[in-house]
């Protein structure tokens, strides 16, 4: 059997992503993916950036790596975008947006948050209906299934049998339809989105995990086989990452403090 390690949303976390490399690296798992957004939020993209080059066999762009990457994004003087450089944006402005393979007779298709954009929501826990993300909003889990112009596909090309994406930073595993759904939840900033910023609430250290999801079954297989689909949780030192960003100049640093206490959506 093949494992394929899958995991979204770092965040700039390098904490958080050391932990999970090495939880990933202590079960055998050398085929590990990217689904995007490897920066903002924390304070050491350069650091991640650099360490998904070095360990992943895909990376995928996320809508917050196209917004500091973009030609236009040089202008804006965002932070995070001068702590890459140039070169390190032009390697996040040029990193593809989905990414499909068959495993144990299934059509596997994985992108940052939807076929229709790096932005579009679909949440099978909470709507965003009356929020300002309400127009990028997914009405159906079937949408993300769709074959659309902006991955480059037609209705004649196959549609997936699974979907996997990030995006949501809440992990979770959904069927519906015969088809399969997974979000991998977030490594650098998990959301739980019933959490509030309550700072002595000790059940949110249960969500403050970073997260991923295994894969398994035969790679690049079109025979039907056994597979599985497995979340990990793994705990890291937030507090060593708070002191990161502590020391560091990152502007609106105290609301990313405690959002990764809390796992609160702020």
Not at 67 to 91: C, L
Not at 211 to 232: A, C, Q, R, T
Request: proline share 5%; net charge negative.
């Amino acid at each position: 059997m093949d494992r394929i390690a899958i995991f979204s949303d770092v965040h700039a976390n390098i904490t958080a992503l050391n932990a999970v490399l090495d939880d990933i690296h202590s079960r055998g798992i050398s085929r590990i993916y990217c689904l995007g957004d490897s920066v903002t939020k924390c304070c050491n993209p350069d650091l991640v950036i650099d360490k998904l080059r070095e360990t992943c066999e895909v990376v995928l762009k996320g809508n917050c790596d196209e917004s500091i990457s973009s030609p236009n994004a040089k202008v804006k003087n965002f932070w995070s975008r001068n702590k890459i450089g140039e070169e390190r944006a032009q390697y996040l402005n040029n990193l593809p947006i989905f990414t499909e393979f068959y495993m144990s007779g299934r059509l596997i298709r994985l992108m940052h948050a939807s076929p229709y954009s790096l932005s579009h929501i679909y949440n099978p826990m909470f709507s965003n209906k009356d929020t300002l993300r309400e127009v990028i909003e997914l009405d159906s889990p079937l949408k993300l299934f769709d074959n659309t112009d902006f991955i480059g596909k037609t209705p004649n090309d196959p549609i997936p049998d699974i979907v996997g994406y990030g995006h949501i930073h809440t992990p979770n595993i959904f069927r519906f339809e015969n088809k399969l759904l997974f979000n991998t939840g977030s490594v650098g900033m998990p959301i739980e989105m019933l959490n509030e910023n309550d700072l002595s609430n000790q059940t949110n250290r249960f969500s403050a995990l970073a997260s991923y999801i295994i894969l398994e079954g035969i790679y690049d297989s079109k025979d039907l086989s056994p597979f599985s689909v497995n979340l990990v949780r793994v705990p890291y030192d937030i507090q060593k990452e708070i002191e990161y960003l502590n020391a560091s100049d990152m502007p609106g640093k105290e609301k990313t403090i405690i959002s990764l206490k809390t796992a609160s959506s702020n």
